[in-house]
């Protein structure tokens, strides 16, 4: 199979991951954008802003595969786009790793010491996943050794061991939680569904301090949540959480002054859109 069979370079593959999340993120008031464009003063390059539609995707790279997908699907609620696999030559090691093999160079270390796989020489294989939400989607990706099958929970390179959200480049995928819904319940259902299926990462933070697992798992469930109540945060509820694979995950309401400060922004910027 050559790498435009695979769809590494096919354009029809291309329209498929630009539409394949064709609701966007409109910050955490949940609401969706046709078009979006920049807010005043923030037009950045010659225009760049108004050339995007938003934001498609947020990508994560996973220890095992199934595991990821069946938190995202089954626990999470997402649907499946589609799945594509066993990526691997010249073009997508170029596009993907070229400024980490750089670096590599640089250092004079092999690629492989600091987490480069070897797509080009087909030693190892990158598997994708598109997982639709109501207003974005989620890629889980996989790099494996060939000898590996797809959805393997064994991936190339070890899992990243400290977590903490206060390193620079650490990111977090935020999920939007109606307005209904009992946020406290929802959280401890989250829990127990998730350590049903083992996924015993799965863990969220208390708003109490606690100096051990079972300290936490004790908490009471009023705990769960953190509500703001200071200007220009007011309404905003939260919890953060770790996911099977040990990735931030956080989970918010925007209720009340909040919601309304990011509903005006939704409408400044359509304003904008409809402007230009």
């Known amino acids: 199979m050559t790498e435009d069979e695979r769809g590494i370079d096919n354009p029809a593959r291309r329209d498929m991951l630009r539409t394949a999340g064709a609701v966007?993120?409109?910050?955490?008031?949940?609401?969706?954008?046709?078009?979006?464009?920049?807010?005043?003063?923030?037009?950045?390059?010659?225009?760049?802003?108004?050339?995007?539609?938003?934001?498609?995707?947020?990508?994560?790279?996973?220890?095992?595969?199934?595991?990821?997908?069946?938190?995202?699907?089954?626990?999470?609620?997402?649907?499946e786009v589609f799945r594509h696999g066993d990526f691997q030559g010249d073009a997508v090691q170029n596009t993907l790793l070229a400024d980490q093999e750089i670096v590599a160079a640089e250092?004079?270390?092999?690629?492989?010491?600091?987490?480069?796989?070897?797509?080009?020489?087909?030693?190892?294989?990158?598997d994708v996943r598109f997982v639709q939400f109501d207003n974005v989607v989620i890629e889980l990706l996989q790099y494996r050794n060939a000898d590996e099958p797809m959805g393997s929970p064994n991936s190339f390179a070890e899992p990243?061991?400290?977590?903490?959200?206060?390193?620079?480049?650490?990111?977090?995928?935020?999920?939007?939680?109606?307005?209904?819904?009992?946020?406290?319940?929802?959280?401890?259902?989250?829990?127990?569904?998730?350590?049903?299926?083992?996924?015993?990462?799965?863990?969220?933070?208390?708003?109490?301090?606690?100096?051990?697992?079972?300290?936490?798992?004790?908490?009471?469930q009023s705990s769960n949540t953190n509500r703001v109540t200071q200007a220009p945060s007011d309404g905003w509820e939260l919890i953060y959480c770790k996911g099977p694979e040990g990735e931030q995950l956080e989970f918010v309401k925007a209720l009340g002054p909040v919601k309304k400060r990011f509903a005006d922004a939704l409408a400044k910027r359509q304003r904008a859109v409809a402007g230009r």
């Open 24 to 79: 966007m993120l409109a910050g955490a008031a949940g609401e969706t954008v046709a078009q979006a464009a920049p807010r005043t003063g923030q037009a950045g390059g010659p225009g760049l802003g108004l050339r995007l539609q938003g934001v498609q995707h947020f990508g994560l790279t996973v220890q095992n595969m199934e595991r990821a997908f069946e938190f995202y699907t089954q626990v999470l609620g997402g649907t």
């Open 107 to 126: 250092k004079h270390v092999a690629p492989a010491t600091i987490g480069v796989p070897d797509l080009r020489g087909g030693t190892q294989r990158l």
């Open 160 to 220: 990243v061991q400290h977590m903490s959200p206060a390193f620079p480049r650490m990111m977090h995928i935020c999920f939007y939680v109606r307005d209904d819904v009992d946020f406290n319940q929802f959280i401890a259902d989250l829990e127990a569904e998730s350590a049903r299926r083992g996924m015993n990462q799965v863990r969220a933070n208390r708003t109490i301090r606690v100096r051990s697992e079972s300290e936490r798992k004790a908490a009471p």
